[in-house]
């Protein structure tokens, strides 16, 4: 493996050694280095330097500039308005740092991350016999791009599938099974649509004994009681509300082409055992307090509608512990026994409450410090296409897996119109990817914290920013290559370029810092923007410049070389959204 320094970080280093020399007591300073439209880069850092410093920019400037000397890597540098640097690099060393990438396989010349830790991602969390909605969806596919995101960086990842396994509602739904046996095939019998279509029967059936009928629900209270006290009838039969519900998560995971372990899986129920031990390591250290019989904590700056201050409830006063004292002995277990340097928590916003006062709780606490910090990446509201919250003409929420199915289904519709030597088979398969894809990547080029609209339409639109058009990109890319038959790509650094081949190749070399900081940030739309972007410069370069037609050999060879890296730089950067690249499509 070799790391390439892009062009960007080596003209930086090259500009803020010339501005030390010229200015030895500004000591390290920042140039500021941008990309720019009049040259490839514009630095305007010399000008506030100079100001602060009480000297001259256009001087400063004209100093460093005469300190630069790199001319296998500036073709030209000038002093422009009140002290601006306007930097243009050479088409030689564009083309020299794209071919060290494309000679660093999948990592195409990225660098590991400088600090490289622990990251504990708790996302795709659905609840037990339940189905799964489009909230679910959310947090399954920002989730899984974060994590290949950050693999890629170098960190360490550790899934954490919160699932809803614990509570009440299991008192009713097993004494029910109880008195109505035979309600559930055995999880190994059915598929993941059965399965829910079983427990909803359950769900439903016995949330409509319940209702009607007092002695059921004493006997269902009694069931709770059974259940936290680790009676095995009990939890023998909790636990095939849990495989069957397993089934259905794996089917839609499946569905969502993305890999789930089973081990990662790690419900609200797994840290029963440490539930009364996190609650009394909270009550002696004074962080939480008995309060009309419960066990809370208190926050200055939480306060209600009638600014009585908003508790976090570790322990009712029935003694039952809750979903908040199952996230702190998360947090526990998170950080004393996996090791963890960060926990992030891919929720919807409307928890953030929630996760500011358990987070609070668990810095008071220690659990949480300056070694080992917290995020909630709180995301939108998933919006119909009429800005209203998603629901089916009918009002119900819809169910996710129809959602899906609608989207591969129109993802067939397009993909059919534009085949032509593709075989039913194929066509299938591509709908998936195609569907699926578009699915994710409306999700993910939006800012997470945004609501977002839902729109089919949009979605497999061939024009405009979406991972159709990524993925027409990268398969015409692929066809262009098979056409060129024996003819293969190979760089030419001796050649001049165009402008549509600079930008394409400077935006090319920008990869890596992109998934860097689009990985620090938790902020996959930044790397879908930029794949967005490498599309359309791929498409003006394509438009300007002819491929296998252009005039000399060499010059074949070396589009050949640009379309292969651009493909190669698309496959990487989609499937650390998460998103397949057909080959053909
Ligand atoms: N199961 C929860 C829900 O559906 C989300 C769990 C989020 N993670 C957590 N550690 N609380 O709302």
Redesign the pocket.
């Given at each position: 493996m070799a790391p390439v320094t892009s062009l960007t970080a080596s003209v930086h280093q090259r500009l803020a050694d010339a501005l030390s020399a010229a200015l030895p007591e500004a000591g390290a300073a920042d140039p500021l280095l941008r990309r720019s439209d009049r040259a490839d880069f514009q630095a305007n850092g010399i000008l506030a330097l100079a100001k602060k410093l009480k000297g001259n920019p256009r001087e400063l400037a004209t100093q460093v500039v005469s300190g630069i000397t790199a001319p296998e890597l500036i073709k030209d540098i000038e002093v422009s308005g009140p002290g601006f640097l306007n930097i243009t690099v050479t088409d030689e060393a564009i083309t020299r740092n794209l071919a060290a990438r494309a000679a660093d396989g999948e990592r195409l010349g990225v660098p590991y991350a400088e600090n490289r830790g622990t990251t504990v991602i708790?996302y795709a969390?659905?609840?037990v016999a339940?189905e799964m909605h489009v909230?679910?969806l959310r947090?399954a596919v920002i989730g899984d791009a974060l994590r290949h995101m950050l693999d890629f960086t170098g960190e360490k990842t550790i899934g954490?599938h919160?699932?809803?396994d614990w509570g009440t509602q299991f008192g009713m739904l097993i004494q029910y099974l109880i008195e109505n046996p035979g309600r559930l095939a055995p999880a190994d019998e059915v598929d993941g649509e059965q399965a829910m279509s079983n427990l909803n029967r359950v769900y439903k059936a016995s949330r409509a004994v319940f209702d009607a009928d007092e002695e059921f629900k004493e006997r269902a209270r009694k069931r709770v009681v059974a259940l936290q006290s680790g009676d095995k009838e009990t939890l023998d039969l909790w636990q095939r509300f849990v495989d069957e519900s397993k089934v259905y998560f794996f089917s839609v995971f499946e569905k969502l082409d993305m890999e789930v372990r089973d081990e990662e899986i790690v419900?609200?129920s797994a840290y029963n055992d440490m539930m009364a031990e996190t609650a009394r390591l909270l009550e002696e250290s004074g962080v939480a307090v008995r309060s009309e019989g419960a066990l809370v904590v208190f926050f200055d700056d939480i306060k209600g509608k009638d600014d009585k201050p908003v508790p976090l409830i570790v322990q009712k006063a029935d003694g039952g512990f809750g979903?908040a004292a199952?996230?702190l002995s998360?947090i526990r277990n998170r950080v004393v026994d996996l090791h963890s340097t960060t926990l992030l928590?891919v929720?919807?916003v409307r928890?953030s409450l929630?996760?500011k006062m358990v987070f609070e709780a668990a810095r008071r606490m220690g659990w949480l410090n300056d070694e080992v910090t917290a995020h909630n990446m709180g995301y939108g509201t998933v919006l119909g296409a009429d800005g209203k919250p998603f629901k089916t003409r009918e009002g119900e929420t819809v169910r996710l897996e129809d959602l899906l199915d609608e989207a591969v289904q129109r993802a067939a519709e397009v993909v059919r119109e534009k085949a032509r030597d593709l075989t039913e088979e194929e066509i299938q398969e591509r709908a998936f990817q195609v569907g699926i894809g578009a699915v994710k990547y409306a999700d993910l080029s939006t800012s997470a914290n945004r609501d977002y609209k839902f729109d089919l339409d949009q979605m497999v639109s061939l024009n405009g920013d979406t991972s159709v058009y990524l993925q027409y990109a990268y398969a015409r890319i692929q066809s262009i290559l098979r056409k060129a038959g024996e003819v293969r790509p190979a760089a030419h650094p001796e050649l001049a370029l165009d402008a549509a081949e600079r930008a394409l190749g400077l935006h090319l070399d920008a990869f890596g810092a992109t998934v860097t900081e689009a990985a620090g940030e938790y902020a996959p739309h930044k790397l879908a923007a930029y794949l967005y972007q490498l599309a359309s410069l791929y498409t003006s370069f394509y438009d300007k410049c002819p491929v296998l037609k252009a005039d000399t050999p060499a010059q074949v060879e070396n589009r050949l070389f640009l379309c292969d890296i651009t493909a190669r730089t698309l496959h990487q950067g989609m499937a650390l959204l998460g998103i397949r690249t057909p080959e053909r499509l």
């Amino acid at each position: 493996m070799a790391p390439v320094t892009s062009l960007t970080a080596s003209v930086h280093q090259r500009l803020a050694d010339a501005l030390s020399a010229a200015l030895p007591e500004a000591g390290a300073a920042d140039p500021l280095l941008r990309r720019s439209d009049r040259a490839d880069f514009q630095a305007n850092g010399i000008l506030a330097l100079a100001k602060k410093l009480k000297g001259n920019p256009r001087e400063l400037a004209t100093q460093v500039v005469s300190g630069i000397t790199a001319p296998e890597l500036i073709k030209d540098i000038e002093v422009s308005g009140p002290g601006f640097l306007n930097i243009t690099v050479t088409d030689e060393a564009i083309t020299r740092n794209l071919a060290a990438r494309a000679a660093d396989g999948e990592r195409l010349g990225v660098p590991y991350a400088e600090n490289r830790g622990t990251t504990v991602i708790d996302y795709a969390q659905p609840n037990v016999a339940k189905e799964m909605h489009v909230g679910h969806l959310r947090s399954a596919v920002i989730g899984d791009a974060l994590r290949h995101m950050l693999d890629f960086t170098g960190e360490k990842t550790i899934g954490r599938h919160h699932i809803g396994d614990w509570g009440t509602q299991f008192g009713m739904l097993i004494q029910y099974l109880i008195e109505n046996p035979g309600r559930l095939a055995p999880a190994d019998e059915v598929d993941g649509e059965q399965a829910m279509s079983n427990l909803n029967r359950v769900y439903k059936a016995s949330r409509a004994v319940f209702d009607a009928d007092e002695e059921f629900k004493e006997r269902a209270r009694k069931r709770v009681v059974a259940l936290q006290s680790g009676d095995k009838e009990t939890l023998d039969l909790w636990q095939r509300f849990v495989d069957e519900s397993k089934v259905y998560f794996f089917s839609v995971f499946e569905k969502l082409d993305m890999e789930v372990r089973d081990e990662e899986i790690v419900g609200e129920s797994a840290y029963n055992d440490m539930m009364a031990e996190t609650a009394r390591l909270l009550e002696e250290s004074g962080v939480a307090v008995r309060s009309e019989g419960a066990l809370v904590v208190f926050f200055d700056d939480i306060k209600g509608k009638d600014d009585k201050p908003v508790p976090l409830i570790v322990q009712k006063a029935d003694g039952g512990f809750g979903y908040a004292a199952s996230d702190l002995s998360a947090i526990r277990n998170r950080v004393v026994d996996l090791h963890s340097t960060t926990l992030l928590y891919v929720v919807d916003v409307r928890q953030s409450l929630h996760f500011k006062m358990v987070f609070e709780a668990a810095r008071r606490m220690g659990w949480l410090n300056d070694e080992v910090t917290a995020h909630n990446m709180g995301y939108g509201t998933v919006l119909g296409a009429d800005g209203k919250p998603f629901k089916t003409r009918e009002g119900e929420t819809v169910r996710l897996e129809d959602l899906l199915d609608e989207a591969v289904q129109r993802a067939a519709e397009v993909v059919r119109e534009k085949a032509r030597d593709l075989t039913e088979e194929e066509i299938q398969e591509r709908a998936f990817q195609v569907g699926i894809g578009a699915v994710k990547y409306a999700d993910l080029s939006t800012s997470a914290n945004r609501d977002y609209k839902f729109d089919l339409d949009q979605m497999v639109s061939l024009n405009g920013d979406t991972s159709v058009y990524l993925q027409y990109a990268y398969a015409r890319i692929q066809s262009i290559l098979r056409k060129a038959g024996e003819v293969r790509p190979a760089a030419h650094p001796e050649l001049a370029l165009d402008a549509a081949e600079r930008a394409l190749g400077l935006h090319l070399d920008a990869f890596g810092a992109t998934v860097t900081e689009a990985a620090g940030e938790y902020a996959p739309h930044k790397l879908a923007a930029y794949l967005y972007q490498l599309a359309s410069l791929y498409t003006s370069f394509y438009d300007k410049c002819p491929v296998l037609k252009a005039d000399t050999p060499a010059q074949v060879e070396n589009r050949l070389f640009l379309c292969d890296i651009t493909a190669r730089t698309l496959h990487q950067g989609m499937a650390l959204l998460g998103i397949r690249t057909p080959e053909r499509l």
